[in-house]
């Protein structure tokens, strides 16, 4: 039996057409510790998924029957599962599409199975509820805005925000450093965990606060969001009271 505060294997979908990255990569996840589902096509992942909803999905993009990008645009409509993109499409327009369609992250192929495992790591430990706030139920508060910490769940005027997991990690940091601005690259290390990112990498930071922002102008109070410091950063402002 589980101990209260452990949690059982997290699990992982691998999707891709290509029969030899399913079966390495359901190898070597399995031998560091995840329990491992694969699918073949977009239509094989989306039913594998509401099935039996994994913690993160690696996602290839080019698929018969549906590529990547649908599956991840039908899966944003119904959860906020972490989806990693593992594609041969290589340049800059097509990683944005790729993270403007709701992905968290975009590997290249060939790839790394090592790197993989490391933002798979990475992601998946960020989502873990730390043991101090399931004691506390913490929360973070400025203006309008309202964060559940251990409950993930984020409000604003009391309503609540649909977010994925990466999106509630993004604004959290933000949020708890209101009126504090961050730059892209310490967001990338504190949310995803990189050390040398690239300016691929970067526009990953870009999206996700578009999108929040997005988010956050959609209800009352647009103008309390996040705020661009042109070649700095990003900062959530401090409301004063």
Not at 23 to 45: P, Q
Not at 81 to 95: E, G, K, M, Q, S
Not at 118 to 134: K, Y
Request: charged share 25%; proline share 5%.
């Amino acid at each position: 039996m589980l101990n209260r505060l452990e949690r059982p294997k997290q699990t992982i979908l691998v999707v891709d057409d290509d029969a030899n990255i399913r079966r390495i990569l359901a190898t070597r996840l399995s031998m560091v510790g995840y329990t491992v589902s694969t699918a073949a096509d977009g239509v094989e992942a989306l039913a594998s998924f509401r099935q039996q909803p994994p913690d993160l999905i690696v996602l290839d993009v080019m698929m018969p029957e549906l590529d990547g990008y649908g599956v991840c645009r039908a899966l944003r409509k119904e959860s906020g599962v972490p989806i990693i993109f593992l594609t041969a499409l290589a340049n800059v327009a097509d990683r944005l599409t790729g993270l403007e369609a709701g992905a968290d992250d975009y590997m290249v192929k060939p790839f790394s199975p090592k790197e993989l495992e490391s933002r798979i790591r990475c992601i998946l430990r960020r989502l873990d509820r730390p043991i101090d706030e399931m004691a506390t139920g913490g929360v973070l508060e400025v203006g309008s805005v309202r964060i559940e910490t251990y409950t993930r769940k984020v409000y604003k005027n009391n309503i609540i925000l649909r977010l994925t997991d990466m999106e509630f990690n993004v604004l959290k940091l933000l949020v708890s450093q209101a009126g504090t601005c961050i730059s892209r690259l310490e967001i990338l290390e504190k949310v995803w965990g990189y050390v040398q990112p690239s300016l691929g990498d970067v526009r990953i930071v870009d999206v996700h606060i578009s999108r929040l922002r997005e988010k956050l102008q959609s209800l009352p109070d647009p103008a309390e969001s996040i705020v661009t410091i042109r070649g700095k950063g990003y900062v959530f402002p401090r409301v004063e009271s």
